[in-house]
Every structure is written in C-alpha cells, then in structure tokens.
C-alpha cells in the first residue's frame, strides 16, 4: 500500500509577513500542461504530447473567516501578490503515522474572483472563498524544494532538475 499524507492545521499569509488567515479548504495549484498531437506516419494514432509550456495554474482557498488586511490585499485585480501557505503533513504507511513533516507553498499570484464579504448560514460561521490565477508556485517539504514553476521566467524544476535549462540554454536565454 503506498505512502498517503493528510495536510492539517493550514495558514496563510501574504507577502511574507502578514497572517491572513486559517483555511477550511485549499484546492492546490492546478497545473495545465499544454499539450501537441503528435502522429508519425507509422504509429497506429495520435498521443497528446507534453510540450513544456503551462497554459495556466489556478487554486482556490475558503478562509474560515473573513479578514479585513487580507480583503484589503486581494481586492485589487491589477496587483501581483506573495502568498505562503504553511501546513503540517502528516505521512502514513499501511494505515500508521510514519512522520510528520512541514509543507510549505509559496506563490506569486493574482486574485480574479474574491466576495467582497464572506457567506452567511444562520448560526454557522462564516466562510470566505478566494480564488487565485498564479504566475509562480513552488512547494517544499521539511524545507526541501520539491517543485518550482515560474511562467514568466522560464523556470520549472521538479526536484531540483531544471526541465528548461537545456531549452533555455539553446534559445540564449540564460
């Protein structure tokens, strides 16, 4: 049976310094790949073919309450901002807690759907959903740098590899 993580006890924070938050719910980055159909004259069909470029990353976030410095940050569509997510994984083998380990993302992001104040239920707390379109993600577990893409400079490495130092490398850009 393979190796499964819960991540618990989630935060977040903007631009490095300021806590915005506790999270109910984190949707992770989603990554769209581009893709090409590649068919070769003698191949028996068409594979859609990885073609190293993202179309667009995008997550979503429900805080478990509204906060005023956190609204007064994304309420500007035009405005780049640094979040840092900061949680505890914890990794189970055959069903026992092997470890706990300390997940950290950080992301370089737009806002473009955001309430300008939280749902409301009778008698239930309230909920704030947050939606982000990111420039740059990158993940680290026990400070290790597991995955880090970031689209406007041509960088994407998964584990330390550098999957566009070659291609970079051949166009100048460096």
């Not at 506790?22 to 990885?50: C, F, H, K």
């Not at 901002?81 to 950290?104: C, D, H, P, T, W």
Request: hydrophobic share 40%; aromatic share 10%.
């Amino acid at each position: 049976m393979p190796n499964t993580m819960i991540i618990t006890d989630c935060t977040l924070w903007l631009n490095g310094k300021n806590f915005i938050g506790r999270m109910n719910e984190y949707e992770t980055p989603e990554i769209n790949n581009l893709t090409a159909d590649v068919n070769s004259t003698d191949s028996i069909g068409t594979v859609a073919q990885n073609i190293l470029k993202v179309d667009k990353i995008t997550s979503k976030a429900t805080l478990n309450s509204f906060y005023k410095d956190a609204f007064e940050g994304v309420a500007n569509p035009a405005s780049e901002l640094n979040f840092a997510i900061y949680g505890n994984a914890m990794e189970f083998n055959n069903g026992q807690l092997e470890k706990n380990i300390s997940v950290r993302l950080i992301s370089r992001a737009t806002v473009p759907k955001f309430k300008l104040l939280p749902d409301f239920k009778a008698q239930e707390k309230s909920t704030w959903p947050i939606e982000f379109n990111h420039s740059m993600a990158a993940l680290y577990y026990d400070g290790i740098e597991k995955y880090y893409i970031d689209i406007p400079n041509r960088i994407w490495r998964i584990d330390g590899v550098d999957l566009l130092a070659e291609i970079n490398k051949n166009l100048g850009i460096t």
